[in-house]
């Protein structure tokens, strides 16, 4: 399963990182676009979405990787900045980047922000999934040594993990985000079935997430993602601190209006 690099065309090697972010976009586009089609949206607007996702998310992971896990690196040699086949990616700079351009989108196209953020809100999960399949593939966003019976060993020197913790049992978090993407994908999917108003799936979304992937980088080993206040709290969770709290504020938001509407 660990394999960092895919396949090499000629000198030029595909990160599995790269490769399994656009095949998550590719197939959360897909899945956005039945759900779509069954309340009869705009598809193409969902396909947008995805061509826009793709674009925001190879620059905006590679951005926060540059500022975030390396940055004297890149202002040695600022051209190593475009070698994309070297990897270096953050998976949370893919979702900020693409979140703010499809917002900027749908405002562009006057859509009905509410109503697609929420096929947009249940369609995530799947690209989540894929693209820890990615992280585990390349060995990044790997958890701390542990003796617990659940764990995984990094046997490939050219892996992340491997590289730093060449044979040691390590907690499965690229696992850990993997299960969690799949139950929150079948939550999210009865909460758009019997959802009240627009909105409801993407607050649940943020909340959802942000609790999840708070849990989780506790028991990630990657120091190099960002963290603060003597290991105690990592760039990610800061980030889910915000999207936990937005989600909270827009659903109640949503809720009391919706009520009002009802009464």
């Known amino acids: 399963m660990v394999r960092p690099i895919l396949f090499s065309i000629g000198s030029v090697s595909v990160p599995a990182f790269f490769f399994m972010v656009m095949l998550a976009v590719l197939l959360a586009t897909f899945y956005g676009q039945w759900l779509c089609n069954k309340e009869k949206g705009d598809k193409v607007a969902i396909l947008d979405f995805g061509i826009i996702s793709i674009i ?6 590679r951005i926060f990787h540059i ?3 390396n940055p004297s690196y890149y202002w040695e040699k600022p051209i190593r900045v475009f070698y994309f086949w070297q990897g270096g990616f953050v998976s949370i700079g893919a979702y900020v980047f693409s979140i703010v351009s499809i917002l ?4 562009i196209r006057k859509l009905e922000t509410l109503r697609y953020l929420d096929i947009a809100a249940a369609a995530v999960p799947v690209a989540i999934f894929f693209v820890r399949l990615g992280c585990l593939s390349a060995g990044c966003c790997y958890g ?3 003796d617990f019976f659940v764990h995984l060993t990094f046997n490939d020197p050219n892996s992340t993990a491997g590289y730093y913790h060449l044979g040691t049992p390590l907690h499965a978090t690229q696992i850990y985000f993997m299960l969690s993407a799949l139950i929150m994908g079948v939550f999210l999917f009865f909460v758009y079935k019997k959802k009240t108003f627009h909105g409801q799936v993407a607050a649940c979304f943020l909340m959802y997430y942000g609790i999840t992937r708070f ?21 990610g969770q800061i980030a889910m601190i915000g999207a936990f709290l937005v989600g909270l504020v827009l659903y109640m938001m949503l809720l009391k209006n919706h009520k009002a509407l009802s009464e």
């Open 67 to 69: 500022l975030i896990e």
């Open 215 to 235: 849990l989780i980088e506790f028991l990630r080993g990657d120091a190099d993602r960002g963290v603060y206040f003597g290991n105690l709290i990592s760039t």
């Open 56 to 61: 925001a998310s190879v620059l905006g992971s």
């Open 104 to 107: 900027i989108y749908m405002h």
């Open 144 to 146: 701390k040594p542990t």
